[in-house]
C-alpha cells in the first residue's frame, strides 16, 4: 500500500473549522486507498502569540526553554486533528516529533534532524491508524526538546516522507502553489505549474516563505515528489521536482525578497589569509547563517570584509566577534540594519548573459540604489534599504514579464 505524507500549515488549521476540513481531505486519501501520515503546524499565529508571551517576560529567554514553549502550538494542532479524524470515523494517533522518532543536532531553535526511527510510526500505520505528527519539533541524543527554525514543519513533512518511502508528499497551505513571487505583495505573480528543486531551493533560501529552505534539500536529496497546493480549494498545486518541464522557456523563474537584513563590516583585517576563514569558522561554530560576503582591499593594504545576515542573528554575530576580536585580528565591526535582499532565480540565467544587467538597470531606472550583489548560475542578489524592497522586488517583476506566459523562442534554422 503506498503512503502519502500531508502536511497542513498554521492558517491551513487555524480554527476548529480549518482542522475539521483537513481532517476531511485525510479522509479523501484513504478513501483512495493510501495509508497516510498527516504533519501540522500551531494553530494560525500560535508560534507569534507564544513568543509575544515570552517577550512579555524577558528579553533574552533561554533558548531551551523557548523550544519546550513553541512545542506546546504543534502539540494543541495535533491532538485536535487526532479528535477530528476520530469523530469522522477515522482511525488516528497523534504523535510529538519525538513519539515519531524525529532525532535532531543538540541546537536549539535551529536543529537539523539527524535520523528518523520510524518503527513506531510503521507499526501504527499497519493497525491501520492515520498518524498525526507534531511538526517543528525533535530530540537531541540528551533527550532534550529542540525545533527546526521557523516554517520547519515543512521540513519534518519531507524528512518522514523520505524517512518513509512515500510515494509524495503534499503540503497545503493558504496559496494555491508556488507564485513567481509572493502574491500578497507583487501585483501579477502567477501561479506556476512547476519548478526544479535547485530553483525552489534558492527562492526559499532567498525569502519565499512558502517552503522551508530544510525541506527542499530533503526532497531535492531524496528525489522526493513534493508539491504546494490548496488546503481550501482542490485544484492542482506546484510540482517541485527534478527538472521542471514546464515553461522551460522561462530564464527568470521567480522573484524572492526578504527584510530585515544587517551588512555587517569586519574593518584591517590583519591576516587575509586565515582572517578570512577564522571569522567564518567562528560564525559558524555559533550557528549563524552568512550570505553574501564582500571582501575588498584598502589603499593602505588592509583587508576588509562585508557580509550579510538576518538582523535576528545581529546580537550573536556581534559578540562572536567581539568576544575573538584578539585571535581574528581586526581593528573594528560596524553594522548596517533597515536593508532587505530582493533575488532573481531561473535556471535558463546559465547560458543568458544580460539578466543581471537587466536586474541592474531596473533597479537603476528606479532610482533604487544597490548596496551589495551576489550571483550564482541560477539567481542574481542584490541588497537594497528595506522601504525600497517591494518597489524593487515589483519593478523586477515586471522588467522579466513574469506575470504572464512568456512565448516560446522561434526555432531558426
Ligand atoms: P503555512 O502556514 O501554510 O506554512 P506560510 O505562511 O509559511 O504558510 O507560507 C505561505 C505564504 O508564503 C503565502 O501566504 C505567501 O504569502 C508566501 N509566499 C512567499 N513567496 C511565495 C511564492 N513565491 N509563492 C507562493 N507563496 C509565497
Ligand atoms: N509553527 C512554526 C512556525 O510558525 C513552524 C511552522 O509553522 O512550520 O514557524
Ligand atoms: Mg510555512
Keep these: 500500500m503506498s503512503l502519502i505524507v500531508q502536511k497542513f500549515g498554521g492558517t491551513s488549521v487555524g480554527s476548529v473549522e480549518k482542522i475539521q476540513h483537513a481532517a476531511t481531505r485525510v479522509i479523501q486519501e484513504i478513501q483512495n486507498g493510501h495509508q497516510v501520515v498527516v504533519v501540522v503546524s500551531a494553530m494560525g499565529k500560535t508560534t507569534d502569540d507564544l513568543i509575544r508571551l515570552a517577550a512579555g517576560i524577558t528579553d533574552s529567554p533561554n533558548k531551551r526553554d523557548m523550544d519546550m514553549l513553541l512545542t506546546t502550538g504543534e502539540q494543541m494542532t495535533i491532538s485536535l486533528l487526532s479528535m477530528a479524524l476520530q469523530s469522522k470515523g477515522c482511525s488516528s494517533v497523534s504523535m510529538t516529533g519525538w513519539q515519531a522518532g524525529i532525532q535532531t543536532e543538540a541546537v536549539h531553535s535551529k536543529a537539523r534532524i539527524t535520523h528518523i526511527e520510524t518503527a513506531r510510526m510503521k507499526e501504527e500505520l499497519e493497525k491501520g491508524k492515520v498518524v498525526v505528527v507534531a511538526g517543528f519539533q525533535g530530540m537531541d541524543e540528551n533527550f532534550e526538546i529542540t525545533t527546526l527554525g521557523r516554517g520547519g514543519s515543512d521540513t519534518t513533512a519531507v524528512a518522514l516522507a523520505s524517512a518513509l518511502s512515500a510515494q509524495r508528499c503534499d503540503i497545503f497551505t493558504d496559496v494555491d502553489g508556488v507564485y513567481t513571487s509572493d502574491p500578497r505583495f507583487i501585483k501579477g505573480a502567477r501561479k506556476l505549474e512547476g519548478i526544479s528543486y535547485d530553483e525552489m531551493l534558492e527562492l526559499a533560501n532567498l525569502g519565499a516563505g512558502v517552503l522551508h529552505p530544510r525541506a527542499v534539500e530533503y526532497a531535492k536529496n531524496h528525489s522526493l515528489p513534493l508539491t504546494v497546493r490548496s488546503s481550501i480549494e482542490e485544484i492542482e498545486g506546484t510540482l517541485i521536482e ?3 518541464k514546464l515553461e522551460e ?5 521567480g522573484v524572492a525578497f526578504e527584510g530585515d537584513i544587517v551588512r555587517m563590516t569586519v574593518y584591517g583585517l590583519e591576516n587575509e589569509v586565515t582572517g578570512i576563514s577564522a571569522i567564518f569558522s567562528v560564525l559558524a ?65 546559465v547560458s543568458n548573459p544580460g539578466v543581471a544587467a537587466q536586474m541592474f538597470e531596473v533597479l537603476a531606472e528606479q532610482e533604487i540604489a544597490i548596496k551589495m550583489i551576489s550571483t550564482s548560475e541560477i539567481k542574481v542578489s542584490t541588497v537594497v534599504e528595506m522601504d525600497k524592497m517591494i518597489p524593487a522586488a515589483q519593478a523586477v517583476h515586471d522588467s522579466f514579464s513574469l506575470a504572464s506566459l512568456q512565448p516560446k523562442p522561434q526555432l531558426t534554422n
Excluded: C, W
Design 285 to 349: 561554530d555559533n550557528h549563524i547563517n552568512v550570505d553574501i560576503i564582500i571582501q575588498s582591499r584598502t589603499e593602505l593594504n588592509s583587508t576588509n570584509l562585508s557580509f550579510s545576515i538576518k538582523e535576528a542573528e545581529l546580537e550573536e554575530t556581534r559578540s562572536a566577534l567581539l568576544q575573538n576580536k584578539e585571535r581574528l585580528g581586526f581593528s573594528k565591526i560596524e553594522h548596517e540594519a533597515g536593508l532587505a535582499k530582493v533575488s532573481i532565480v531561473g535556471s535558463g540565467m
Design 242 to 244: 527534478e527538472e521542471s
Design 249 to 253: 522557456n522561462l530564464v527568470v523563474r
